[in-house]
């Protein structure tokens, strides 16, 4: 249970892979890009689940209801010599907004990689969104004006 009223947040297992891709499908499109998720069902289960799992997450329901998801991989920091996670995706419904689960959601991960060694938590977020901006700056995420994220947009042969 969290500082959120009747919200439980727990760790995504197989079952859940259709409520991890529906919850992106949202916040894809809450963000203007509904056609940006290429991703499947089958995708999720299978990188998120699978053999090799390559993230993890966790979700937050609401009784029966997802309202609630952070999706993280874990990397390691050269420079710091330290393991750490890069959170991917972090998303709250909006009818559950309001009450501190994003807030959750973020100390859940950091709960959980701690115990596994990491570090560090660092994500992006989009520069048109400046409502998570702010969100993620008032939970004591600090903006890295020395890193610019760039991306290899051709696909890897």
Same mark, same amino acid.
């Given at each position: 249970?969290?500082?959120?009223?009747?919200?439980?947040?727990?760790?995504?297992? !197989?079952?859940?892979?259709? #409520?991890?891709?529906?919850? &992106?499908?949202?916040?894809?499109? +809450?963000? %203007?890009?509904?056609? =940006?998720?290429?991703?499947?069902?089958?995708?999720?289960?299978?990188?998120?689940?699978?053999?090799?799992?390559?993230?993890?997450?966790?979700?937050?329901?609401?009784?029966?209801?997802?309202?609630?998801?952070?999706?993280?991989?874990?990397?390691?920091?050269?420079? !710091?010599?330290?393991?750490? #996670?890069?959170?991917?995706? &972090?998303?709250?419904?909006?009818? +559950?907004? %309001?009450?501190?689960? =994003?807030?959750?959601?973020?100390?859940?991960?950091?709960?959980?990689?701690?115990?596994?060694?990491?570090?560090?938590?660092?994500?992006?977020?989009?520069?048109?969104?400046?409502?998570?901006?702010?969100?993620?700056?008032?939970?004591?995420?600090?903006?890295?004006?020395?890193?610019?994220?760039? #991306?290899?947009?051709?696909?890897?042969?």
């Amino acid at each position: 249970m969290t500082g959120a009223d009747a919200i439980e947040i727990r760790a995504a297992r !197989r079952e859940d892979a259709a #409520v991890v891709h529906r919850l &992106l499908l949202d916040l894809a499109s +809450a963000l %203007g890009k509904p056609e =940006g998720i290429r991703s499947s069902v089958a995708d999720i289960e299978r990188f998120g689940f699978g053999e090799r799992p390559r993230f993890e997450a966790v979700l937050a329901f609401e009784g029966a209801k997802a309202v609630g998801l952070a999706v993280y991989f874990y990397e390691f920091s050269t420079w !710091r010599g330290q393991p750490g #996670v890069y959170v991917q995706d &972090l998303y709250v419904a909006p009818g +559950a907004r %309001g009450r501190g689960l =994003g807030r959750d959601l973020i100390q859940a991960v950091r709960q959980r990689v701690a115990e596994q060694g990491a570090r560090y938590v660092k994500l992006t977020v989009y520069d048109r969104n400046p409502e998570a901006l702010a969100f993620y700056h008032g939970i004591g995420f600090e903006s890295c004006e020395d890193e610019l994220p760039l #991306v290899f947009r051709e696909p890897v042969q």
